[in-house]
């Protein structure tokens, strides 16, 4: 099941039903069944699978379980209405209070995928607060973050979000993806910080200065005194410095520049700005 070789996995599954000795393996055996029936876009069979868990005596954690598959299946089969009208229906009974947060993460989901991100945004928020330092939380911090991303482009915001998700479970299996992401964007702060730095030093550098004769000439008049010829050296220093430094300021300028445009295409999904 775990390396998605289905076929395999049915077999074994079906066998664990057959066998019957144990309600709690098999029951749990078929709602595999139900799982992989959705990851190969078979919605109706996973619905039927899903139902013949009944015949097992499904305890109430499964029952708990059925019930979110059952919302996942409509949301992922496009049944957006019959979704909705079943997760309004279970969040208003007091009995269904163990999975309201799943129920509320499936609504979330089903906004995210009509694209209506004000929606979706609003009630992962809720479920953040709601349901504080619960795995439910964890995933709505994700997919609050990933709004941030491509919808309302606050990184910092992301940035934190990001965080809790490893704050709140840091056995998640978005935990890895998150700690990455938030690295990114911090990096991203990092040169972009440096980059404004960079671009006031490349303003106000004269790019055409006037010209000067070296006061240094080839072979010095006698006339000159050493203090003068000090003096014309430590200008002639000053100014080589200067060459260096300008030269220094530019090459660090279009290295960040370089480093911004591929974090806004490889990370941010920005080809304009990059």
Known sequence: FNDNAYDSALYYYNK??????????AAEAQYRIAEINLAKNQPKDAIKSLKKINQYS???????????????????????????????????????????????????????????????????????????????AATANYNLAELNMTYTRDYQQAQNQYDNVVKIDAKT?????????????KRFFVIRKRLDNLEKQVVAIDLNPPVTTDTIKTEPEITQSK????????????AQ?????TVAVFNEYFTSMYEIAEIYYFNFNLLDSS
Not at 227 to 238: C, D, F, G, P, V
């Open 241 to 245: 410095k200067k060459s260096i430094d």
């Open 227 to 238: 203090e003068e010829l000090k003096k014309a050296q430590e200008k002639k220093n000053t």
């Open 58 to 136: 499904p305890s109430l954690i499964m029952r708990d379980k059925m019930q979110i598959l059952l919302a996942r299946i409509y949301r992922e089969s496009g049944q957006f209405d019959e979704a909705i009208e079943m997760i309004n229906a279970k969040l208003n009974d007091q009995v269904n209070e163990n999975i309201w947060g799943d129920l509320e993460l499936q609504l979330g989901l089903i906004y995210l995928a009509q694209k209506d991100y004000e929606s979706a945004m609003s009630r992962f928020a809720q479920i953040t607060e709601k349901y504080k330092g619960k795995p439910v």
């Open 16 to 25: 664990a039903t057959d066998f019957g000795r144990n309600y709690d393996v």
């Open 173 to 185: 299996l978005m935990a890895f993806e998150a700690r990455n992401k938030s690295a990114d964007i």
